[in-house]
């Protein structure tokens, strides 16, 4: 039986099959963006082909599908998702256009406001009100929640945002109007806060609700039609999507709470840090994903990569969990360009899947990273008719910046490799840590061409390519967990708050998560959480309760002194004096699927095939040897510089580097 990973990215879409044993086929096409089913039926076929069987028998052997998807992203970047109204308190309804009193710019004095998107028209205000304990103060007017309705519907709005203050002390009013709404619009989606993010800060629960409300319905569609066309084709098996914050849920799961995949594409390439953290025995790594469109950048610290509950998606406000990762417009197909001082650029505009690169022939003109490579020589110029194409955009580029065609193109491999360089400062340096005490895992069809110079600059000393880079995000879907994050708000003072009582709060938590895994029967582990803060502090910080005994007598005084150790580790100091304030419960209800099996090379020896020769430009042109990555033994090992090359890959590996082949048949590269 198989199970097979599928990552739809802006301009390609990745699959991986795995089998029983670990051995694993890989399949590659163009993504679809006005239907992405297309291109992942189509990617599937050619799966298909390449293990010898057409896609029904493929399918009738293939027990789970995991799928990273890039339609709750799109819709919300794109500004292409649904006519949504929000009915809020009486009196509230511009939370979402006040936003935090902050521009994003502050002193751009002709910065223009940002056009929420929820008009003001279709943000109503509903007469009721909760206290911030839970108690009614005002009962939910049935007049004028009618009339609010009626104006949605008259307004033709196709979902509908709920969120009322403090509704997430006492969600009954909530409970209500969503009731109502069914009722008088059957069609549309509804989405209620206290479903959605139960927790303090109105601001941020506002706009999440409103996110799920808008990309719900597009999210919802494609994948209700990909569940159709799946099982026309005679799958029967379960088809598990890629979250935010790094675990799979269910179809049904993850329609409801559309928002939670809203990052769900570049969470597979961190699932796969975490898994290769295992493989490699390495757990500082900063993973990076360097595709067609873009570049995806995280950090895991012994084994484990950062959540955040503060992520933007374009000008929207995401406060569910979701993994920390920091995305550059930098990828191969990241366009070069040059402003009217002469100054070389390169992104964040890219040429996509359509029309591609030049050397794509598809009709593309425009100088991309792609382009550059192929004119110094790193990439096989047989497999893009020749190159010519390459050649012309890039002297275009050289022509407008007075240099040579060689000069140019390295200078767009330069400025793409700083920038992306600085995104891996941001992740690490910025936040207090030191990369050069990291090693660093490169894939994406991309990542190989540029890793080892992105490592000098950084002073890395170890790079890590695995066989399947170019498809890894897809590959490390596979080995992911099933994982429903829950949080709800308590404050309350440390002193204050009982054992009994927190143990209460946590086990309610768990049994909601428990009972949103269905009929899972297999292992499943609890990880229990707390934001806490100083009392004159309005942040928190979130502090994992891993390891902690919730029996212990001395529960309260263990908890204040882990959070003193965490606010000393991220700001330099704590304040043991000082009352500390429990926020938000939070608990993540963890269902562990099947370890992925990992293939392993063939034992140490000679290669198979000797390598092939190619002529490449570094500061000069030199004739190296290329190697099929497929084709090296464990423990071989090569001095650079040195081509790699795949199906779907190519890695350079310079002067004053070495490679060995690691027991799974991966790149493992030391930079002098």
């Known amino acids: ?13 990745d699959l991986a099959a795995v089998d029983g044993e670990g051995r694993v086929v890989i399949a590659k096409c163009a993504s679809t963006p006005r239907d992405p089913s297309e291109g992942l039926m189509e990617g599937l076929g050619l799966l298909a082909s390449e293990l010898g069987l057409d896609l029904p028998a493929l399918l009738a052997r293939t ?8 339609v709750a992203t799109n819709a919300l970047l794109e500004k292409k998702g649904a006519r949504v109204g929000l009915l809020t308190t009486e009196g509230h309804r511009d939370v979402i256009e006040m936003r935090e009193g902050l521009k994003d710019d502050r002193y751009n004095l002709r910065m223009p406001p940002p056009v929420p998107l929820v008009p003001r028209a279709r943000r109503l205000g509903v007469r009721e009100r909760m206290r911030f304990d839970g108690t009614v103060a005002m009962p939910l007017a049935a007049a004028s929640l009618d009339a609010a309705i009626r104006r949605l519907e008259t307004a ?3 979902s509908v945002a709920i969120c009322y203050l403090h509704s997430y002390r006492n969600p009954r009013h909530e409970i209500e109007t969503g009731r109502a709404v069914a009722r008088r619009l059957p069609r549309a989606y509804v989405s209620l806060s206290s479903e959605v993010l139960p927790q303090i800060k109105e601001y941020e629960r506002v706009w999440t609700t409103v996110v799920n409300a808008y990309v719900g319905p597009a999210l919802t569609r494609y994948l209700v039609r990909l569940a159709v066309e799946l099982r026309a084709r005679g799958y029967r098996g379960d088809v598990l999507i890629m979250q935010s914050h790094g675990g799979v849920a269910p179809v049904r799961e993850s329609a ?26 390495e757990g500082n790594l900063v993973t990076f994903d360097m595709g067609g469109t873009s570049t995806d950048i995280a950090l895991l610290q012994r084994g484990e990569p950062q959540l955040t509950g503060e992520k933007r998606v374009g000008l929207a406000r995401v406060a569910l969990p979701a993994l920390d990762i920091h995305t550059l417009g930098a990828g191969g197909g990241s366009i070069a360009w040059v402003d009217p001082g002469r100054i070389l650029h390169v992104g964040p505009e890219s040429a996509g899947a359509d029309p591609g690169p030049a050397c794509y022939a598809k009709g593309g003109t425009r100088a991309t990273v792609t382009d550059a490579n192929l004119v110094l020589g790193y990439l096989d110029p047989r497999n893009f008719l020749g190159g010519d194409a390459a050649h012309r955009a890039v002297a275009e580029v050289a022509q407008r910046l007075g240099t040579s065609l060689l000069a140019a193109a390295e200078g767009v491999s330069r400025v793409v490799n700083t920038n992306m360089a600085e995104g891996i400062k941001i992740v690490s ?3 207090g840590v030191d990369p050069r005490r990291f ?44 994982r429903h994050e829950l949080v709800r708000s308590h404050i309350s003072e440390v002193g204050s ?41 309005i942040f928190e910080i979130q502090v994992p309760l891993d390891g902690v005994e919730l029996g212990s007598p001395a529960l309260m005084t263990e908890i204040a002194d882990r959070f003193h150790t965490q606010h000393e580790a991220l700001y330099a100091y704590s304040a043991a004096g000082q009352e500390v304030v429990i926020v938000n419960a939070r608990v993540a209800v963890v269902g562990e699927l099947p370890v992925l099996p990992a293939q392993t ?6 290669a198979t095939v000797g390598p092939a020769r190619r002529r490449v430009w570094l500061g000069d042109w030199i004739e190296v040897p290329v190697y099929r990555m497929d084709a090296l033994p464990a423990g071989h090992e090569v001095k650079g510089p040195a081509v790699f090359e795949s199906a779907t890959t190519t890695v350079l590996v310079r002067e004053g580097e070495r490679v060995t082949i690691t027991p799974h048949g991966w790149l493992d590269i030391r930079i002098g």
């Not at 769900?264 to 796969?272: E, F, K, N």
């Not at 090379?601 to 000679?606: D, E, K, L, N, T």
């Open 429 to 431: 340096v910025r936040r």
């Open 256 to 281: 409801r709470l559309a928002a939670g995949a809203v990052l769900s594409g570049p969470a597979g390439g961190v699932a796969a840090g975490r898994y290769a953290a295992r493989l490699l025995r």
């Open 1 to 13: 039986m198989y199970r097979i990973g599928v990552d739809v990215g802006g301009t390609f879409t």
């Open 63 to 70: 027990e789970a599908i995991v799928h990273g998807t890039t």
């Open 156 to 158: 033709g709005v196709d």
């Open 601 to 606: 090379a063939a034992a140490s020896g000679r």
């Open 497 to 537: 708050m009982t054992a009994p009582g927190l143990r209460r709060l946590f086990a309610q938590l768990e049994r909601q998560g428990r009972k949103r895994l269905g009929r899972f029967d297999g292992p499943i582990r609890v990880h229990r959480s707390l934001d806490m803060r100083y009392g004159e502090q």
């Open 439 to 482: 090693a660093l895992v490169a894939f994406g069809g991309a990542a190989g061409l540029h890793v080892t110079e992105v490592a000098r600059l950084l002073e890395i000393r170890r790079v890590v390519v695995p066989s399947v880079a170019a498809v890894l995000s897809a590959w490390g879907m596979l080995a992911t967990d099933l």
